[in-house]
């Protein structure tokens, strides 16, 4: 039984076959040949439907906000778009979207700086040298070469015959050996050399982001949330004095509070305004189709005229009108008209809300500071400052400090937790996480069992059957069914674990996804890459792989020498990836089809419709990086050990590269709010350096768990030792040089405190200086220096062009934007709707005073939106929330002549849209 489960749990996707037969090939084949018809009809798909779907396909070329934020819009014809979707620079994506998108291509543009060249020396050089044979591997009929199809390019067929008393051919197999390890270490030094130039290149962009001047007068930029805050130091005041030795001041200061039950309140009121607007839209359709069925007789009412409040009577009965029942069991307790019901009570919570509100106001006492508090300071470098002094926190050593926090970017329950009660919730998580690493292994070793379904086949009597289906019908479900079971697993996980994350305590939505990248990336090297690289690898000695258990030399030797052969999997999975993946990703079939669904079945109002329209999808960060990644560890870790993945893995990384420079040029919208000015970068340049480490340590067990009696092999092992010694080295060096940095401003860095110098270096009158042309050229002259936005350009249409090759000015965002080509800027101020403003509470939420306020303690009640349909019913329920105290409107919202829900608002009514 134990041998059985030890058996499920090794499978493999490649070694397989009985005796000498090599299935290998067909494996790959097969799914090559799949991926390559799937992504051919992805791709017609694509190119036929793209000119038809603004909304899914080019949503960025006129939804953002502001419109400068627009990427020049696609032609529509059927090819002619390619060109100019090639032309268009990647800096593009850094104007609209930010730095992290930026660097996020950057990263996957130089990951083909890496594998290019890496991929035309290994095949010139590793795939000869593994592939020929010697005269003692000639074989024979009684015992055939052992290493045929795609596994002949592998490590283990040129380290296997290793005895110099026994092979006739181990000097020639010794001399081949040696070019192995060479070019082990001209890859590696190429891929290190790349890191620390983007990482340079990284760390000046990031200071030259953050300090430019329209993003360092910012609100965001000059704003530090303070957690673990001891309850002696939680008033205004000795927050002030806590900062009083730093020069600029300080402008502002929010100390978080113990607000109890308003947050729930706020959030019941917000579910009732959302279901008063779909009953009454629901009541309007009804009506309206009552009059064109001809069951009701119509009596429109002219758009001057204000209706009777029961107009809707004359066309919905009582007992057709909205209604549902209290109470959380479903079916049970009193049954109410929503609508009626609904606005009764908006109006007791916005009474309750408001009461509940002048308490906390004035009651400390009762509602408590707690533990963190938001300091504006007046100018970036204090706030760096004050973040980064160990000094001015001798007295709160378990306090945390954050520099660039936005409103939006808070996770206001968070922001109650202790220190205590952090460490030991965060202590906890991350065992869970673990927990949920090392477990997932049981799932995953399902996919290995179908994976290697011959040898279960030929070991477990009942699935005999299996033999007899066809090579290809069999090689897919071997390498297509394994891939896409794998990628459900997968798909499973960023939601627990991101739980994991905002359970741990972290008080930003940009700090949980960087935790959760850290996670899933655990996990996929963990699970999706060593695990399956060992139980694949192995599968072939699975009887015997749990008797080795009691003699860890053997155990890691029959482990070191299963690893290379695992590569079939991969390689399918890569192809997969590559080839219809990619498709599928231009394509979009999902969001496509969720899209018109939700138009045609949720879009019930007037608000959901123009949120189904305009809201633009982001990347999940914590879940993109790791799950691109995951490509780039496979050929780290099969870059020596089977060269031929390095081909596909360069074909699959330049197709992510398309495909998002396409997403984030013309589909993602990266809000400024939750921009971290590329911090995502580094942690994949560190995870990317682990990858190396698990690789060169593979090797190094390949050598030294493969040497016989030749002695040769153990010195080849130390230097691969040595060559990981050398990659820490630099992973040291560059967290010396560059990581420190990150995180911190020189005071001379900040426009506001920088200090004239030669050159146009930064001055203290740069601002007053951006009109003169003369000192912009000057400045764009200086090395890595990004050009500052001219002050006293039109708010409305700027004209920025620039004849500087490589100059860079700052746009109204504080986003380093190049000046390649002359950009018409035209700005439209944001006009909201006519009521929108009337909506209670709407100009204390926009106030600078309440800028880090609970959202629960300044949101006002939302304007309710109704179509203006002919019958009057929209503009009879305006007047009855006039009455009851409630701010709505019927403007921008009709209903069609079919029945249909209509809307051409800019914004919807009530709602805080940020005009960033």
Same mark, same amino acid.
């Given at each position: ?106 990263? =996957? ?26 005269? *003692?591997?000639?074989? *024979? ?62 760390? &000046? ?55 109890? /039950? ?45 209706? #009777?409040?029961?107009?809707?009577? +004359? ?31 908006? $109006?007791? =919570?916005? +009474?309750? %809300? ?26 970036? #470098? ?8 160990? /000094? ?58 179908? #994976? ?23 090689? %897919? ?37 960087? *935790? ?7 996990? &996929? ?41 695992? $590569? ?40 959901? =419709? ?83 480490? =698990? ?76 009109? &003169? ?20 350009? *039109? ?30 800027? /035209? ?9 929108? #403003? ?8 926009? $106030? ?8 629960? +303690? ?59």
């Amino acid at each position: 039984m134990f041998k059985f489960l030890a058996l499920g749990v090794l499978a493999a996707p490649v070694l397989a076959a009985e005796g000498a037969t090599d299935t290998s090939t067909s494996t790959v084949i097969s799914a090559l040949v799949l991926a390559l018809i799937l992504s051919g009809i992805f791709y017609a798909c694509f190119f036929i439907l793209r000119p038809h779907f603004n909304q899914i396909y080019q949503p960025r070329s006129y939804l953002s906000k502001p419109s400068y934020r627009n990427t020049e819009a696609l032609p529509k014809s059927f090819l002619g778009w390619v060109a100019q979707f090639i032309r268009t620079p990647d800096s593009e994506i850094l104007r609209g979207n930010g730095l992290d998108a930026y660097m996020f291509v950057s990263f =996957l543009n130089m990951m083909l700086w890496i594998f290019v060249p890496i991929w035309i020396i290994s095949w010139a050089v590793l795939l000869p040298l593994y592939g020929a044979r010697l005269p *003692s591997q000639a074989g *024979s009929e009684k015992q055939p070469f052992p290493y045929t199809g795609f596994n002949r390019f592998i490590f283990s067929h040129i380290i296997a015959m290793r005895d110099p008393l026994v092979d006739p051919s181990y000097h020639n197999q010794q001399d081949r050996m040696s070019g192995v390890l060479v070019l082990n270490y001209i890859m590696v030094a190429w891929v290190l050399v790349n890191l620390y130039w983007r990482m340079k290149h990284f760390v &000046q962009l990031r200071k030259e982001f953050l300090t430019s001047p329209r993003h360092a007068s910012s609100e965001q930029a000059r704003t530090m949330l303070i957690t673990g805050v001891p309850d002696e130091f939680l008033s205004e005041t000795k927050i002030r004095q806590l900062y009083a030795p730093l020069s600029g001041g300080i402008e502002r200061v929010w100390i978080n509070r113990n607000i109890k /039950e308003l947050p729930k309140l706020v959030e019941e009121r917000d579910k009732l305004n959302s279901k008063l607007e779909g009953a009454v839209v629901k009541v309007i359709r009804t009506a309206d189709k009552a009059v064109r069925k001809g069951k009701a007789d119509a009596a429109p009412v002219s758009t001057g005229e204000v209706p #009777s409040i029961d107009v809707a009577d +004359r066309y919905v009965a009582e007992k057709d009108r909205p209604s549902h029942r209290l109470g959380k069991i479903p079916c049970v307790g009193e049954k109410v008209d929503t609508i009626n019901y609904s606005r009764t009570e908006i $109006s007791r =919570l916005n +009474r309750e %809300i408001d009461t509940f509100r002048k308490r906390i106001d004035e009651d400390y006492k009762e509602y408590p500071p707690l533990s963190s508090a938001f300091v504006l300071f007046n100018s970036q #470098s204090d706030a760096y400052a004050a973040a980064h002094s160990k /000094e001015l926190h001798a007295d709160l050593p378990q306090s945390r400090r954050y520099n660039e926090v936005h409103p939006d970017d808070i996770v206001w329950d968070n922001l109650n937790m202790n220190p205590t009660e952090r460490k030991a919730r965060s202590g906890a998580f991350w065992a869970l996480t673990w927990a949920t690493v090392i477990f997932w292994c049981i799932p995953v070793a399902v996919v290995g069992i179908i #994976s290697n379904i011959d040898y279960i086949a030929s070991n477990v009597p009942f699935l005999k059957w299996i033999t007899s289906i066809p090579d290809i019908p069999k090689g %897919i479900i071997k390498a297509v069914l394994p891939t896409a079971l794998l990628a459900v697993l997968t798909m499973l996980l960023p939601p627990w674990l991101r739980m994991h994350s905002k359970q741990s305590g972290e008080p930003t939505k940009t700090g949980i996804e960087l *935790s959760l990248m850290t996670r899933f990336f655990l996990f &996929q090297i963990i699970q999706n890459f060593l695990f399956l690289t060992i139980v694949s690898g192995n599968m072939s000695q699975g009887l015997q792989f749990a008797e080795k258990l009691s003699d860890p030399a053997g155990f890691i030797s029959t482990i070191a020498m299963g690893i290379p052969t695992a $590569s079939t999997f991969f390689l399918s999975y890569v192809a997969l990836m590559g080839l219809s993946g990619i498709a599928m990703g231009f394509l979009q079939p999902v969001p496509l089809i969720l899209y018109y669904v939700k138009v045609n079945l949720l879009g019930s109002t007037p608000r959901a =419709l123009w949120h189904i329209r305009n809201d633009m999808g982001a990347p999940a960060w914590g879940v993109l990086f790791p799950s691109t990644m995951l490509v780039v560890v496979i050929a780290f870790g099969y870059m020596v050990l089977a060269p031929i993945i390095n081909g596909w893995a360069t074909v699959t990384i330049f197709a992510f590269y398309m495909l998002y420079r396409y997403m984030f040029l013309y589909v993602f919208d990266c809000k400024p709010a939750n921009e971290t000015a590329g911090m995502f970068f580094p942690k994949a340049v560190n995870f990317t350096l682990a990858g190396l480490y =698990l690789a060169e340590f593979v090797v190094a067990l390949m050598y030294f768990f493969n040497t016989g009696s030749n002695k040769t092999f153990v010195a080849y092992g130390v230097l691969t030792i040595v060559l990981i010694v050398l990659v820490i080295a630099f992973h040291v060096y560059l967290r010396i040089a560059f990581y420190s940095k990150l995180n911190k401003l020189a005071i001379s860095d900040t426009p506001s405190a920088s200090k004239p110098e030669a050159n146009g270096a930064y001055g203290s009158g740069l601002d007053q200086a951006y009109p &003169q042309q003369q000192q912009q050229v000057a400045y764009s002259q200086k090395p890595g220096y990004i050009k500052p936005e001219h002050a006293a350009q *039109s708010d409305k249409n700027a004209v920025i062009a620039s004849s500087q090759p490589g100059a860079y000015y700052v746009n109204r965002n504080g986003q380093v934007v190049p000046t390649q080509t002359s950009l018409n800027i /035209e700005e439209k101020p944001h006009v909201p709707l006519k009521g929108a #403003s009337a909506a209670a509470g709407a100009s204390d939420e926009d $106030s600078a005073e309440n800028l880090f306020k609970h959202p629960a +303690r300044k949101s006002g009640q939302m304007t309710l939106w109704y179509p203006n349909d002919k019958l009057g019913i929209g503009r009879s329920q305006t007047a009855a929330d006039d009455k009851a105290g409630l701010s709505s409107t019927v403007e921008h919202a009709t209903i069609t002549e079919k029945g249909a829900i209509e809307e051409n608002a800019t914004s919807p009514p009530g709602e805080n849209i940020p005009d960033y």
